[in-house]
């Protein structure tokens, strides 16, 4: 008699539908599973048989034969643990066949009969509902993951016992689905919370920055910095996600899948609501930033979806790991291909990048600076030209004067921070909040959720320029040779100006601050 129970694996963020089929007939004793499988699914004959014996279940002395199907599919992980052993007691007669019926299992076995926590359970449970399957059946400490998805039935098990006794009641299955779910929602919705980042009164002058960065924050614009060592790039982005707006529901939980089947989620706040912020060292490796792999796992690339992937001194990264960030920053996704298959991991990050502008970290200054001109080029050159051509805004940063670190007559330093009260992370906030709304207004339920994220066939729908508007940005294109992406660049970032300034219509004044962010490319590449 063939049993089966619908169980699942991670490939990449995904969740692929698995059928555990159990035979049981006469023949030699031996417990075989076949199906394309892992070392750790080989496995679990071994931690079934021995769960099931600490159960007080006998395991008749025939051949059991194991199939997960479908056989092409790569099976990894120790997921399929329970279901084995539930189809197997079907086989037995221990549990009645119908018990499983719409329903998805997974969860680890210990050898004593406990139901062991497992990665991936958040995508698991996305898919079966997808699947029209009614409940899961998952380890109980995965339960403040799995109720973060609405319309599917959750019961958490402990052990292994605890299931059969479930299933061998008629009543079982309702019992413990109408049983109180562990609160595990948070609400998006709530502003950034500065506490934590600091704030931006903290940081000395640097008010192009300052607005720069709330430009950025409001249209989720990729942004590069350019200025000597301790002008505070480092110490501004630690203070970005402090003034970012809050995520969706659905992104919450698009970026929950994926810390999910990374086994990087909180059991105690299963739902990420709050932006990411990722800040790899300059030594990572391009396959750690891409991800990849065996199991094909999401890299940093995509744990920094729906947030913010920082840079840090980025032209010390090694060229392979700079562009490979050239696909995602256009696509919004990176595509992974292995022996093993092809994945498509999410990679909708803002990209904050802080270099020095040469090896010396004081050039143009020329009192300062040692380096030759060769040395500067060569230098900015490992920041090449397309990736440059990928970034929205570009600001410049210069060596704070003595007045605005102790104040002009000698006064506070803490007064000498604040060279404009407007920039406050508190204020930032407010303005990048304004902005957003406009956005939401604007894009509705059309998929796009900032200004960065319009495709150049929105840009003509959502961008009128009037007659002196285009004429501006036909002399500039002309004059700075501008490439179609740059063009198209500058145009969004001129919207979210105008969104931050409440004009309905781009105007010139937007176009020419969006353009003074890519002069900096004039001064440093284009020498």
Known sequence: MVTQITSGCIFGVECRMVRVEIDVSNGLPMFEMVGRLSGEVKEAAKRVRVALKNEDITIPPQRITVNLAPADVPKEGTGFDLPIALGLMEALGLIPQSGCTDTFVAGELALDGKVSRINGVLPMVIEARKMGMKRCIIPYDNMNE??????????????????????????????????????????????????????????????????????????????????????????????????????????????????????????????????????????????????????????????????????????????????????????KKIRIDRAAGSMDFPADFMLVAAINPCPCGNFPDPNLCRCTEDQVKKYLSRFSGPLLDRIDICVEMSRLKVSEIVGSDGGDAVEACNTSAQYTSEKMREVVMRARAVQEERFGKTGIDFNAQMKPTDLDRYISLGEKERKFMEKAYEKMHLSIRSYHKILRVARTIADIDGDEEVRAKHLQEALCYRSIEERYWKR
Do not use: W
């Open 146 to 331: 799995a109720n973060v998805v609405d319309g599917i039935s959750i019961i958490g098990v402990k052990t292994l016992g605890e299931v059969m006794k479930m299933l061998q009641d008629p009543n079982g299955i309702e019992r413990y689905s109408n049983c109180e779910k562990r609160d595990s929602r948070s609400s998006p919705g709530k502003e950034s919370d500065a506490e934590g980042y600091g704030d931006f009164s903290e940081i000395r002058g640097q008010d192009t920055l300052k607005r720069a960065m709330t430009i950025a924050a409001a249209g989720f614009h990729n942004l590069l910095m350019i200025g000597p060592p301790g002008a505070g790039k480092t110490m501004a982005v630690k203070r970005l996600p402090g003034i970012l707006p809050p995520m969706s529901r659905e992104e919450c939980l698009e970026v929950s899948r994926i810390y999910s089947a990374a086994g990087l989620l909180d059991n105690d706040h299963p739902l990420v609501d709050k932006r990411p912020f990722i800040a790899p060292h300059h030594t990572a490796s391009f396959i750690s930033l891409a991800g990849g792999g065996r199991n094909l796992t999401p890299g940093l690339i995509s744990k920094a979806d729906k947030g913010v992937l920082f840079l840090d001194e980025a032209v010390h990264f090694s060229s392979q790991a700079l562009e490979v960030l050239r696909q995602p920053l256009e696509d």
